[in-house]
């Protein structure tokens, strides 16, 4: 095993110990860009499109992405699931379409808590990153950033107010999750009501 090999098991059983109920490598070269999975950010028109200062347009195209993608060696998907309790599957049974599940003040206070645990995680993976010496660690988290219960959003002109936690999402810079989980052998269904979870990415370099 390389010192590279060594250093990313050690990440992964890090991220466990963080919270994560999984952690796969996967090598950089297997991670998908496609700009249509930006497009899906527009059509239909993601709330947060242009509000949310960690969506698109707000952040890098799925194009400068991908020459940043090419830098990089290594990567790892973390997962981290959603508390699913009574309550939680109430909501997903009683609600018919996606707008209705957003709308939903006890479906979002979830999805807050799932995102909010994934960035932690991720935070502190790229700290024992930059100790370990890989000083271009970055981590990149799942859907529109929830930190606050409402993004300043960039017509405020005010700055983010969590600007060392906050992340991007996988989707928002391009990239095909679906695929990109499947490339790690990890068979992510999309919008699932049984067993959701959070999934981010720790690019490692």
Same mark, same amino acid.
């Given at each position: 095993?390389? %010192? ?17 109920? +999984? ?29 949310? &200062?960690?969506? %698109? ?23 981290? %699931? ?41 935070? #502190?993976?790229? #700290? ?34 969590? %600007?060392?936690?906050? +992340? ?7 990239? !095909? ?9 990890? !068979? ?10 959070? &999934? ?6």
């Amino acid at each position: 095993m390389t %010192p590279l090999e060594e250093d990313l098991a050690l990440l992964c059983e890090k991220a466990k110990q963080y919270g994560a109920s +999984r952690a796969t490598i996967i090598s950089a070269d297997k991670i998908v860009v496609d700009p249509r999975a930006r497009l899906k950010c527009m059509i239909p028109l993601c709330a947060s499109y242009g509000v949310n &200062l960690m969506c %698109p347009p707000n952040v890098i195209t799925p194009e400068e992405f991908a020459k940043i993608l090419s830098l990089y060696r290594q990567a790892i998907l973390v997962e981290v %699931p959603l508390t699913v309790n009574d309550d939680f599957t109430k909501i997903l049974s009683q609600k018919k379409s996606l707008w209705e599940l957003r709308e939903d003040q006890n479906y979002r206070n979830s999805l807050s808590k799932g995102d909010r645990q994934l960035i932690e995680i991720l935070c #502190k993976l790229e #700290k024992d990153c930059l100790e370990m010496g890989y000083r271009f660690a970055t981590g990149l988290s799942a859907g529109t950033c929830r930190l606050c219960e409402e993004c300043v959003g960039q017509l405020s002109g005010e700055p983010c107010k969590h %600007p060392f936690e906050a +992340r991007p999402s996988m989707e928002a810079v391009g990239i !095909d999750v679906i695929q990109t989980a499947k490339n790690a052998g990890i !068979d992510l269904k999309f919008f699932t009501k049984t067993a959701p979870v959070w &999934l981010g990415l720790l690019l490692v370099d």
